[in-house]
Nanobody
Framework: QVRLVESGGGLVPAGGSLTLSCTASGTIQMINAVFWHRQTPGKQRELVATMLNLAGTDGITTYADSVKGRFAISRDSASNTTYLKLNNLKPEDTGVYYC??????????????WGQGTQVTVSS
């Protein structure tokens, strides 16, 4: 069993910052990748940040154009926690942010697992 717990959302004024966290627990052997998605009202769920945990690297990160230069993904491998730092927030960043991991489980299973989401609201 895998469980993802997200936290850190809230209400901030435009230009403000938040740090979201996503902690994975359970029968995880390795997390190969972490993805942060957001669901904004009236739009499809959008992938905003990715971290690929490749051996010999600190993680390969990519970002959607809409957040590039403002959001930063990082990790604490010891605690299986990934962070998404949101800087210079805009009202259009408002939405529910979800983390997703692709993990290999002890015993050999693997797959995608989602968090419950955390609400980010940016006031203008």
């Amino acid at each position: 069993q895998v469980r993802l717990v997200e936290s850190g959302g809230g209400l901030v004024p435009a230009g403000g910052s938040l740090t979201l966290s996503c902690t994975a627990s359970g029968t995880i052997q390795m997390i190969n990748a972490v993805f942060w998605h957001r669901q904004t009202p009236g739009k499809q769920r959008e992938l905003v940040a990715t971290m690929l945990n490749l051996a010999g690297t600190d993680g390969i990160t990519t970002y959607a154009d809409s957040v590039k230069g403002r959001f930063a993904i990082s990790r604490d491998s010891a605690s299986n926690t990934t962070y998404l730092k949101l800087n210079n927030l805009k009202p259009e960043d408002t939405g529910v942010y979800y983390c997703r991991i692709y993990a290999v489980l002890t015993g050999g299973g693997r797959g995608d697992y989602w968090g419950q989401g955390t609400q980010v609201t940016v006031s203008s």
